[in-house]
């Protein structure tokens, strides 16, 4: 046997190998952690690349992934906490504890759209510029980050017994399928589906590279809360451990029906009603860090 992985020859066991890469004793090294922290690394770097090819300062998307870090991260934990208040108020000393997981993107996204709405109005520059900058690099960062979920045994569906059904160890199972083994691996389909939607977007991005531009300032980020909101709508319906509303209202899925009606709604007013987006600072006030000459809006305003 191989890390409890590999039960028989050919025979394949789906199951975490637990949540911690490296014990120091007194120090851990999580993979949780190393997961968030590489997908930061990976964003910034493909964020800063995808600005030159846009004629943006890639300083700029240094100086913003800060922000969205410091944006990001709190208000991720502060979201699930704040749904999970039951069990949080009665072990508050958990509340900080993050490298257990339990962390919820919705609130990590909402958390990275506030930090880059205050810094696109103190730099006076485009808020949709940044997000359309940023949002190939996000959805690459959660297809890594999910993987999280299967190192810590968390994020899975109903049971199953299909092919690649995820094994969950007792401790990790809702109590009502206590004496179930197997479940839906919803962390695979979802970072799948954020592959996905990686591709498109950068086709979409690549796509008016060294043409003239075809796309509208905000496009990419709009299509990415429509194409990831829609995956999100149906993977959560498989989940078990939904964050709840109410007792009954799946809160990922309802966020996820805003999110699609907000995407579809701003795309139809970029390409049926041919009108700007509302931005945080006007046009002729915006101060561009740029390359060259042309500003992206000057370029992508076709």
Known sequence: MLLGVITLPLAFKFASPGSVLIDLGPVAIRWYGLLIAS?????LSLSRYLAKRRNVNPE??????????????????????LFQWQEYAQNPSQIIAIWKGGIAIHGA??????????F????????????????????????????????????????TDLPWKLYIPSYRRPREFITVEYFHPTFLYESIWNLLVFALL???????????PRLKVGTL????????????????GLRTDSLMLLGILRIAQVVSLVGISLGVAG?????????????????????????????????NSH
């Open 267 to 299: 795309l139809l007013w970029l390409y049926v009603f041919k009108r700007s987006l509302p931005d945080v600072v006007k046009p002729d006030q915006q101060e561009w860090n740029v390359l060259s000459d042309t500003s992206p809006n000057q370029e």
């Open 109 to 118: 996204i909402l958390g990275g759209i506030l930090a880059t709405l205050i």
């Open 202 to 212: 950068m086709f979409l991005f690549f796509r008016d590279t060294g043409r003239k």
């Open 120 to 159: 696109a109005r103190l730099q006076k520059v485009s808020f949709w510029v940044l997000a359309d900058l940023i949002a190939p690099s996000l959805i690459l960062g959660q297809a890594i980050g999910r993987w999280g979920n299967f190192f810590n045994s968390e994020a899975f569906g109903d049971p």
């Open 221 to 236: 980020f709009l299509t990415y809360m429509v194409a990831y909101s829609a995956g999100r709508f149906w993977i959560e």
């Open 39 to 43: 997908a930061v690394l990976i964003g």
């Open 60 to 81: 700029l998307i240094g100086d913003l992934v800060i922000w969205l870090v410091i944006g990001a991260i709190p208000c991720a934990r502060l979201y699930y906490v």
